[in-house]
């Protein structure tokens, strides 16, 4: 951190702006770095938020190893592997919206952007698909059929539900982001002078991606 | 600092909107730290009354005033209300808000209008809790805990006090994240880390736990409400879910939250007792890394909650001993502020007088933390009144008596008025003697088998329950002398100088009331916090 600061003095920024501006309520200071610092502690707090399912997953994976290889086994792996593909695709064109920005390449952001944001339904309408098609086998929480299979499989379908739900919540919010930051985009403010708000943005995403891959084989693919 | 100035850009009485807009709207953190000031002072009478019913009906065995039921939900509530809408926020929303920027040498902190989010979600989370009184069902019975699986399985209102609870939570965290920020980006020049007034390396050390615990009980409380909703078994034993699992999670994050309930406290009391003794601190680096060890270790020790729950030796006595390391920094920094008064030149002032009350206090809390956290004499007292006492006399005689010493110590700034110090001083007697009479009694009766929790007891309980009563009595008139003689000084106190106290910290070369700017210009920082040698030739004249 003291690093950061030997680059940026922010004493400067700070004293200056506060000759422009004697109103403390409306002053805007810029400071990117700090943003920075504010959304890889936001992202923090999204890791451990999951983490406790993880761990809660990793508890009952051990206490139900068997009934967990055999519920694992009723996932649809293409659908999954389509999804994992979707959302590693959509990371790459949020990296390359921020990089255009950054070239002052202002359609060409936009255009990356929309795919990111496409690709994000993509996967929403995917996912949809498969809890549905699940539902309608009578593997919902609380089905009559789910609660005939042992203990370890309920527990399964339990955390599924509850991991990739809260996953696609996140996908959802950063879809609502997204679209802000579309149209900031459009509005111009975001620019290739001032794009901090696209790139925390991007982060949140990869993070959102960044969990993905580890639900997918926890789930999906170790039986 | 020119007086005109001050006069002209008061925080105070400064309009940047019509109304109390001025105030709803004020990204001002001085503004917000008040805003957190009075609706914590709400709260926290709210949790008063309701552990003073509580008292009331433990006079007699049986029923004295209110039914078993009303009896459940007035613990439950008490605890909510008391643990998470104001020792939590406590110190660091309100003099954290107010005096963070001003002690680092800041106009503000790093995000001010996520600061005014934070309290916008910490006064909806409150709400929630309270809508849920009034709906059908009725309130909560499950204790602050809500230990599973009666909290999926009781029929009284409890996922809305679960939201509120994650909804604060969120609050809680966007405050961490801000402060940590504002410490890494906001220092005035020559403000290096080891220039930092302990209160803010206090601070810092709780924005971290804040950051790092707060999520692991959001998704648990998430959870709960989604076994109580969806069914999906991951806590129901019935569906071959694991009570044990959800106390776990409970309690990564409800331990630290200790922590973060009682560093803050630490770090006021490291600002008013340089103060009063005219010294500087003795062991600064020592107690800026107590906080960071405290912070550190606390993640260490949670399951010394559940040595009963079920759960393999070898993992208790781990925590055990783990429990026991994280008393030594606490040991450490009583000793340093011991030291420092060593030799000072003392002045007995009301803010020193709380400090006086949190050393004996908070000693006897810790001290009797050991008795918990060794195994053999945990088992003996597991949730007995023994517990109960030593929560009280760590939180209450801990971190409560510090937010009263930190109001007594900031009150002029803050306000720019200064209070009747007799009054202050004289509500400490009243507030020690109840405060003890109320909650040694519950050690006694705690060791003597009182479970915690119980509406009803045995009859030879009796006599120790009434001086309990008797002392929660004594203990409330203190506190209504204590609070009535600040709001007395605010309608009508004297105008109070920039640094009444003599001390040397930024925040008292700023007017009091502070102005909207906080600094006309940003200082340079060229010495340690708690550098006495220039000021104390100044401070004589006036004092």
């Known amino acids: ?223 | 600092m020119n007086s005109n100035f001050a006069m002209m850009n008061n925080y105070l009485t400064y309009k940047s909107k019509p109304g109390i807009l001025s105030w709803l709207l004020s990204t001002d953190h001085k503004r917000i730290g008040l805003l957190y000031l009075v609706s914590m002072v709400v709260f926290f009478w709210v949790a008063v009354t309701l552990g003073f019913l509580m008292k009331l009906e433990m006079l007699t065995p049986g029923k004295t005033i209110v039914d078993a039921q009303t009896y459940n939900t007035l613990f439950t509530l008490h605890g909510m209300i008391m643990i998470f809408l104001f020792i939590i926020p406590g110190i660091p929303a309100v003099f954290g808000n107010f005096f963070l920027p001003i002690q680092i040498g800041a106009h503000d902190v790093a995000f001010p209008r996520l600061n005014l989010l934070s309290w916008y979600l910490y006064i909806i989370g409150g709400l929630f809790a309270i809508v849920s009184l009034f709906l059908q069902g009725g309130p909560i019975d499950t204790g602050w805990t809500f230990y599973v699986p009666y909290s999926i399985r009781t029929t009284t209102n409890v996922i809305l006090p679960l939201l509120g609870a994650f909804i604060l939570g969120f609050s809680s965290i966007l405050t961490g994240i801000n402060f940590i920020t504002t410490v890494h980006r906001l220092r005035a020049p020559g403000m290096t880390f080891f220039r930092m007034p302990l209160f803010v390396w206090a601070l810092y050390a709780t924005a971290w736990i804040q950051v790092v615990a707060t999520p692991v009980v959001g998704i648990t409380i998430v959870m709960v409400i989604v076994e109580r909703v969806f069914h999906v078994g991951i806590f129901d034993p019935a569906l071959g879910g694991d009570p044990i699992l959800f106390q776990h999670l409970f309690w990564i994050y409800s331990h630290p939250a200790v922590y973060i309930m009682i560093l803050p406290a630490m770090g006021v009391v490291s600002e008013i007792i340089p103060t009063f003794a005219r010294r500087t601190i003795f062991g600064y680096k020592v107690i800026a890394f107590s906080s960071l060890s405290i912070a550190l270790i606390g993640y260490f020790v949670w399951a010394h909650h559940m040595f009963t729950s079920g759960m393999s030796d070898t993992s208790r006595m781990v925590f055990s001993l783990l429990t026991f390391l994280v008393a030594v920094p606490s040991g450490v920094k009583v000793f340093n502020w011991v030291a420092t008064l060593y030799k000072g030149s003392i002045e007995l002032r009301a803010p020193l007088i709380y400090v006086m009350m949190f050393i004996f206090l908070f000693s006897i809390g810790g001290l009797t933390g050991l008795v918990l956290g060794s195994l053999s004499t945990d088992i003996h007292v597991t949730d007995t009144y023994f517990v109960v006492a030593h929560f009280h006399y760590v939180m209450f005689g801990g971190t409560a008596i510090i937010l009263f010493a930190g109001l007594h110590y900031w009150f002029p700034k803050m306000f720019g008025k200064m209070y009747n110090e007799k009054v202050a001083i004289w509500a400490t007697p009243l507030i020690f003697i109840g405060f003890n009479m109320l909650y040694f009694t519950m050690f006694i009766l705690g060791y003597l088998g009182m479970p915690r929790r119980y509406w009803s007891y045995l009859p030879e309980y009796q006599t120790l329950h009434i001086i309990s009563t008797v002392g929660s009595w004594i203990l409330v008139a203190g506190l209504v002398l204590m609070f009535g003689n600040l709001i007395h000084a605010l309608l009508k106190g004297k105008p109070a100088e920039t640094n009444p106290w003599g001390g040397v910290t930024l925040e008292w070369t700023v007017p009091s009331p502070p102005p909207v700017e906080n600094f006309e210009k940003i200082p340079v920082v060229e010495n340690g916090p708690y550098d006495f040698s220039t000021i104390n030739g100044e401070t004589n004249g006036k004092n």
């Open chain 1, 1 to 223: 951190m003291e690093k950061i600061e030997l680059r940026e003095p922010i004493s400067a920024n700070q004293t200056n702006d506060l000759a422009v501006n004697q109103v403390a309520e409306t002053h805007h200071h810029k400071d990117e770095v700090g943003a920075k610092i504010g959304m890889w502690l936001f992202l923090f707090t999204e890791l451990l938020l999951f983490g406790g399912l993880f761990l809660l997953y990793m508890a009952y994976r051990l206490q139900y190893t068997n009934d967990f290889i055999i519920a694992g086994q009723e996932l649809n792996l293409v659908m999954g592997t389509v999804n994992t593909i979707i959302l590693l695709t959509s990371s790459l064109t949020m990296a390359l919206s921020i990089a255009a920005i950054q070239r002052g390449k202002k359609n060409l952001s936009i255009l990356f952007l929309i795919s990111t944001i496409l690709f994000a339904l993509a996967f929403l309408v995917i996912k949809y698909f498969e809890w549905t098609e699940k539902f309608h086998h009578g593997i919902a929480p609380n089905a009559p059929e789910l609660l005939s299979k042992p203990n370890g499989e309920i527990i399964f379908f339990g955390m599924y539900y509850s991991m990739t739900g809260l996953h696609a919540l996140h996908v959802v919010i950063g879809l609502i982001v997204l679209s802000f930051m579309l149209f900031f985009l459009l509005r111009n403010r975001i620019n290739e002078n001032d794009y901090i708000k696209l790139e925390n943005s991007g982060l949140y995403w990869h993070l959102v991606d960044l969990i993905w891959i580890f639900l997918f084989p926890l789930f999906y693919l170790i039986h």
